[in-house]
C-alpha cells in the first residue's frame, strides 16, 4: 500500500532555510511514471503548489516560488527533498508531500498527513 | 497563471440534498481538472480527475462534468461524511504546472 509521511522542523526562524523531507513506501521513484510533489496550505487557508520531480529526476516548479525552492530525491532511500530558502512569516503552512502517477492521472493520488511550519522568531 | 474561481464560497445543505459545486478558470483548461475533498486536520481526497473520472474508491453519487473553463462538482444525495471543503485544480498540459481554487465549504444547514 502507498504511503507517504513528511518530516522537518516545526519552527523556523525568518530568513532561515527551510529543509522538509518526504518518504514514502509502496512505489519507487526509480520506476517509469512515477512522480512526488509538494504542496502547502496556510491555516485556513487554501492549497498552493510548490513542485514536482520525477522518475527521470526532471524537476518543476511553483513560477512564483522557483527562485527559493528546491527539490530533489534520493531513490534508494524512499525520500524526496524540499529547500525553501528565506523564510517568512507568511510561509508558515501545513506541508503536504504526495503521489503523481506521471504515466496516467497527472493528479495526487495519494498524500501524506503534512506537517506544520511555523516561522516566527 | 491559471486562476480557478470556486462558487458559492459556503454551501448549506442538509443531509439527502444534492449539492452543485462550480469551478472557474481563467481560461481553458481542457478536462485537466480534478478534485478534492478535505476535512479537519486531514490531508485532501482526490474524488474526481480529468473532470469527470471518478478516483478509485470514490462513490458513485459523486460525479464531475465540464470542460474548458466550466466545471462542476455533483454530490447527488448528501451523505453525513460527504460535510467538508472541495477544491478543484489544474494542470497545465506542458510543463506540468497546478493551481487550486480557494475551496468551497459544505456544511449542515
Known amino acids: 500500500q502507498v504511503t507517504l509521511r513528511e518530516s522537518g522542523p516545526a519552527l523556523v526562524k525568518p530568513t532561515q532555510t527551510l529543509t522538509l523531507t518526504c518518504t514514502f513506501s509502496g512505489f519507487s521513484l526509480s520506476t517509469s511514471g512515477m512522480c512526488v510533489s509538494w504542496i502547502r496550505q496556510p491555516p485556513g487557508k487554501a492549497l498552493e503548489w510548490l513542485a514536482l520531480?520525477?522518475?527521470?529526476?526532471?524537476?518543476y516548479y511553483s513560477t512564483s516560488l522557483k527562485t527559493r525552492l528546491t527539490i530533489s530525491k534520493d531513490t534508494s532511500k524512499n525520500q524526496v527533498v524540499l529547500t525553501m530558502t528565506n523564510m517568512d512569516p507568511v510561509d508558515t503552512a501545513t506541508y503536504y508531500c504526495?503521489?503523481?502517477?506521471?504515466?496516467?492521472?497527472?493528479?495526487?493520488?495519494?498524500w501524506g498527513q503534512g506537517t506544520l511550519v511555523t516561522v516566527s522568531s | 497563471e491559471i486562476v480557478l474561481t470556486q462558487s458559492p464560497a459556503t454551501l448549506s445543505l442538509s443531509p439527502g440534498e444534492r449539492a452543485t459545486l462550480s469551478c472557474r478558470a481563467s481560461?481553458?483548461?481542457?478536462?485537466?481538472l480534478a478534485w478534492y475533498q478535505q476535512k479537519p486536520g486531514q490531508a485532501p481526497r482526490l474524488l474526481i480527475y480529468d473532470a469527470s473520472n471518478r478516483a478509485t474508491g470514490i462513490p458513485a453519487r459523486f460525479s464531475g462534468s465540464g470542460s474548458g473553463t466550466d466545471f462542476t462538482l455533483t454530490i447527488s444525495s448528501l451523505e453525513p461524511e460527504d460535510f467538508a471543503v472541495y477544491y478543484c485544480q489544474q494542470r497545465s498540459n506542458w510543463p506540468p504546472m497546478y493551481s487550486f481554487g480557494q475551496g468551497t465549504k459544505l456544511e449542515i444547514k
Open positions: 520531480i520525477d522518475w527521470d529526476d526532471d524537476k
Open positions: 504526495a503521489r503523481i502517477r506521471c504515466d496516467s492521472s497527472w493528479y495526487f493520488d495519494y
Open positions: 481560461q481553458s483548461v481542457s478536462s485537466y
